[in-house]
């Protein structure tokens, strides 16, 4: 099962890669390069087609085998109920205010990618002499407002000679007609050659403007701005940054969501248990029958208390010590035998966290006072 939590840790994670691809390579995420470069998509089961498919419920793949149902097994198990805990409930969320059209927003253009020429050529002066005549009439064509001339053009050169330049000069003609998937090919291509050119950086960072893609813009946005600052990509830049902020304001607050319904879950699980082990009656330290030889000595603990020591992962850890136990077995049979411990810091410092627990309420249940201790 994939929780919201970790599905919103993984987007954010190749989100980051997408702004900055070279820390695919960083050892950290020697994973995640790995991942994508071998995984294949699987087909999609045709069990995943019910609502509960990827939940993790009684009846999930990974426990066909156990219940008669999932697969009509004639020797399977009775199904467990799923436990109340195990799902987040399904709480409608809160209605958002609905967005003003973007008119900054266009469809993705689908079009054949325009001949990219070989960028792993290496370029020499009588290369870059025979494109000349191609970059004058394209840079011409530019200034006339023909795009589509234009681009005819820098793909020559890019034939001839190409040029990080070049393929931002034809990224920023795409951009301009409005065709942001092929100005961020040609501005992947200036930035293989070049990773501080400032133009394709911005061009790069409108289009992903266009494409809605905020995250990615504002990325490239900002490079670019760093290495080279105009004022009309910096009011892009403002309208972007606000449009990051409000998902990042809207991611956390959906984290702090699910971190508060895990501390609720958590917190009332130990009430559970503990509610269940002090009916469960005397025969050690009620709720902790599931441990190791049970808890002798600690019978009769209130259910509050019981609930502070269920909580507590380190009070918990440490009653399952057998010189713990067998320290508190020593102690029920002869309080007086307390004081053998008192050198014992492990022993003592376990009984006065189980006093600051009860608050000094009338002595430790189940001890019958602590000599020299005060009563507990």
């Not at 156990?66 to 209605?95: I, M, N, V």
């Not at 020429?117 to 009439?137: I, L, Y």
């Not at 760093?226 to 956390?252: C, H, N, P």
């Not at 003592?348 to 002595?363: C, T």
Request: charge should be negative.
């Amino acid at each position: 099962m994939v929780n919201r939590y970790e599905a919103v840790a993984a987007e954010a994670l190749v989100k980051s890669v997408l702004a900055d691809p070279q820390l695919i390579h960083k050892p950290e995420l020697a994973f995640l390069k790995s991942f994508v470069t071998t995984f294949k998509v699987p087909a999609e089961s045709a069990s995943c087609g019910h609502d509960h498919c990827g939940h993790d419920h009684g009846h999930t793949h990974g426990h066909a085998h156990a219940h008669g149902h999932a697969h009509g097994h004639a020797h399977a198990t009775p199904a467990e109920p799923a436990s109340r805990f195990e799902e987040e409930p399904d709480e409608p969320e809160e209605p958002e205010a609905p967005e003003d059209p973007d008119p900054g927003l266009v469809e993705p253009d689908e079009d054949e990618p325009a001949p990219m020429g070989d960028p792993s050529v290496e370029v020499t002066d009588a290369m870059r002499d025979a494109a000349q005549p191609a970059k004058a009439a394209a840079m011409d064509k530019m200034g006339d407002g023909d795009l589509g001339g234009a681009i005819e053009q820098f793909t020559e050169v890019i034939k001839l000679a190409p040029s990080a330049l070049a393929y931002a000069n034809r990224a920023a003609c795409f951009s301009k007609l409005k065709k942001p998937n092929a100005a961020i090919r040609d501005c992947n291509a200036a930035l293989a050659l070049n990773a501080d050119s400032a133009k394709a950086l911005k061009t790069r960072g409108k289009a992903y403007r266009m494409l809605g893609e905020w995250e990615l813009a504002h990325a490239d946005l900002a490079n670019g701005q760093r290495i080279d600052f105009d004022e009309e990509t910096d009011e892009v830049q403002r309208l972007v940054a606000a449009k990051v902020k409000a998902i990042g304001d809207k991611r956390l607050k959906r984290l702090q969501k699910d971190k508060e319904w895990r501390e609720k879950q958590s917190k009332a699980r130990a009430t559970e248990t503990a509610s269940a082990a002090a009916s469960a009656g005397a025969g050690g330290m009620p709720g902790m029958g599931g441990l190791p030889g049970g808890m002798p000595g600690l019978g009769g603990l209130p259910p509050q208390l019981m609930a502070a020591v269920m909580s507590d992962p380190e009070l918990l850890s440490a009653m399952q010590s057998p010189k713990v136990m067998a320290a508190f077995a020593d102690i029920q049979a002869n309080p007086g035998n307390l004081m053998k411990y008192m050198g014992d810091p492990e022993i003592m410092q376990l009984v006065m966290k189980l006093q600051g627990l009860m608050g000094g309420a009338g002595g430790m249940p189940g001890m019958g006072g602590m000599p020299g201790m005060g009563g507990m």
